[in-house]
């Protein structure tokens, strides 16, 4: 259980268009999703915070214009990059918390990335 | 914030010997998870440590918890080739704080 999905898992575009990556929940309700970044060799940084039906809330220093998440269900947010640009190229993974956060200790559950490429 | 390190940030050992990965964080957390990543992978779970003192162990590695020092171990015994991947620590509160991570090379 606690299977987490991303799509797409590589995407390659043109600056200037803007990208969706999707995230599911596949066995579990979400209340809470988490988007991160990570460029090579370096950490994850976390980008938002996404709770169902309400706006996310975004970490200082990242802009919300650009990087838009929706979390309309309990089993999908998705974030869009818009108007795409070579220093977006990077690995974005997100994560989801079980809807009860009891029995699984608030963990989240990691998603197998999306590698994003700006030419 | 919380602020994590870990040390070393780069490890190079051969296979056999054993040795310990450290993570430090700055104020108070919940819960303190231990994960791995391969090059072009996700995040994997290796393990979830919930108090003072607690010890858990897979396999070649061993993690352990002290709140108090806000200090967390993972030791390696008897590297293989199979754990080279870079090991990060995430100390929890409400959301989770990622450490520098830790990019171990085992070489045989």
């Known amino acids: 259980g606690a299977v987490v999905s991303q799509h797409p898992s590589r995407v390659i575009c043109k600056s200037g268009t803007s990208v969706k990556i999707e995230c599911r929940s596949l066995d579990f309700q979400a209340t809470t999703m988490f988007w991160y970044r990570q460029f090579p060799k370096q950490s994850l940084m976390l980008m938002a915070t996404?709770?169902?039906?309400?706006?996310?809330?975004?970490e200082q220093g990242v802009e919300k214009d650009k990087f838009l998440i929706n979390h309309a269900s309990l089993t999908l947010s998705t974030l869009t990059v818009t108007s795409a640009h070579p220093e977006d190229s990077s690995f974005y993974i997100c994560s989801a918390r079980d809807r009860t956060g009891v029995a699984s200790y608030n963990e989240q559950f990691f998603g197998p990335g999306t590698r994003l490429t700006v030419l | 914030e919380l602020k994590v390190e870990q040390n070393p940030l780069f490890l190079s050992m051969q296979e056999g010997k054993n040795y310990t990965i450290y993570c430090n964080y700055s104020?108070?957390?919940?819960?303190l998870y231990w994960y791995r990543q391969d090059p072009g992978k996700s995040l994997e779970s290796l393990f979830v440590?919930?108090?003072?003192?607690a010890v858990k162990q897979e396999g070649r590695l061993m993690a352990s918890l002290d709140t108090k020092a806000r200090l967390s171990t993972l030791h390696i015994t008897a590297a293989v080739h199979d754990l080279s991947a870079t090991y990060f620590c995430?100390?929890?509160?409400?959301?989770?704080?990622f450490g520098t991570g830790t990019s171990l090379t085992v070489i045989p």
């Open positions: 995430a100390p929890t509160g409400n959301q989770f704080y």
């Open positions: 104020t108070t957390s919940d819960r």
């Open positions: 996404s709770n169902e039906g309400s706006k996310a809330t975004y």
């Open positions: 440590l919930l108090s003072n003192g």
